[in-house]
């Protein structure tokens, strides 16, 4: 067995390796319709709410949070996804990212309801709702670009 | 981290390059890799025996629904394998005085993106 090879060699297959993670990394990115579509369904929900009518409010709630549950894990782990990247590529600082992305869109948009409410505005569930569909519009596919930064760099630190 | 060591079934262009992306994952379809890297059903199909033979790789089936699919990810003897390997590359660039990405690119294979399934998968050639 030949143990021995040309660094010119070693460094097209370090090449090779890097870009082939780079398309693992490409891969796993959120598509951009997730955010709109679950925008669009905040919104939805919003409406809803604003009309006070209860029964109406838990079915909706209800269909809302099965859809986004399930729409999220068809796209993170099932239906379009042929890849799954690993882990570690991740990390705590990627997965601390995703869970503070989620808990600020969560909070925030409670918070703006609650606080438009007690300021007597009549369509608060509307309007908290359409700053947390911007939110995810906008913050979701920037929340992809770092992920792919953090991954990107952890690939290099592993090299 | 693994000991550095130049492995030589993974060093072939196709292995390595199937092995790159199985080591940036926790798992990936059959069809991803195959259009990943440009490769037919066949070609592929033959490097993943050679791998998983080797014990490099795992390689499971099921059905999605009504449709046949087969996934690959690296063994851990496969991953400690492609770090020593990775490791044993380095050090060889390092060694040289070439830092990383001085390197001329490699040869480009066609990429393509991934096509719409086709019927099967192939199960002749994937021995599990």
């Known amino acids: 067995m030949t143990n021995v090879i040309e660094p010119d060699e070693a460094g097209k297959a370090l090449t090779e390796i890097s870009r082939r993670q780079g398309q693992v990394i490409d891969a796993a990115s959120v598509p951009s319709w997730y955010w709109w579509i679950v925008a669009a369904a905040s919104v939805a929900l919003g409406l809803v709410v604003d009309g006070r009518d209860p029964v109406a409010i838990g079915v909706v709630a209800v269909i809302y949070a099965i859809g986004v549950a399930v729409l999220t894990v068809w796209v993170i782990v099932g239906g379009v996804r042929h890849v799954k990247v690993n882990e570690r590529m991740l990390g705590p600082e990627g997965t601390g990212l995703i869970i503070g992305f989620v808990g600020l869109v969560v909070v925030g948009t409670i918070a703006i309801a609650f606080a438009l409410r007690s300021a007597g505005v009549a369509q608060a569930g509307t309007l908290s709702t359409l700053v947390c569909g911007v939110a995810l519009v906008i913050g979701g596919p920037a929340l992809m670009s770092r992920l792919r930064i953090v991954m990107q760099r952890h690939r290099a630190e592993a090299r | ?128």
């Open chain 2, 1 to 128: 981290m693994a000991a550095s060591r130049f492995d030589e079934l993974i060093h072939a262009p196709t292995r390595l390059s199937i092995v790159a992306l199985l080591g940036a994952s926790d798992w990936a379809e059959f069809r991803y890799v195959r259009a990943s890297l440009g490769l037919s059903d066949s070609a592929l199909s033959k490097q993943l025996t050679i791998l998983d033979e080797a014990g490099y790789i795992e390689i499971r089936k099921a059905f999605v629904g009504k449709r046949p699919r087969t996934w690959a990810r690296l063994s851990r003897a496969g991953r400690t394998a492609f770090e020593g390997h990775v490791n044993k590359l380095r050090e060889i660039v390092t060694a040289s005085g070439l830092a990383f990405g001085e390197a001329p690119e490699v040869e480009q294979r066609t990429e393509s993106k991934p096509e719409p399934e086709r019927s099967g998968v192939p199960r002749s050639a994937l021995g599990t």
